[in-house]
């Protein structure tokens, strides 16, 4: 039996973020990648996503209270 890390109920969605749309994002925050903070590559919630190092990654978390908020984080290796 394996179980399957991005169907889990409290694993949030990952998705990878276009190349315009981090520009986008640096600029909207006037930050640099350096200024995220870091997930691994072998984080196995981004390992279905085709990401190499450099890329930035947007986790999307939902509440009751806040409903969905984004969390961006830089991939890195190990």
């Not at 990952?14 to 925050?29: I, Q, Y």
């Amino acid at each position: 039996m394996t179980l399957n890390v991005l169907q889990h109920q409290f694993v949030p969605k990952h998705s990878k973020v276009s190349d315009s749309d981090k520009e986008k994002l640096f600029a909207t925050h006037t930050i640099e990648s350096k200024h995220l903070p870091k997930i691994l590559i072998t984080d196995p919630a981004i390992s279905s996503l085709g990401i190499k190092a450099g890329d930035v990654i947007k986790i999307e978390r939902t509440s009751r209270t806040a409903g969905t908020t984004e969390y961006y984080r830089l991939v890195v290796e190990g």
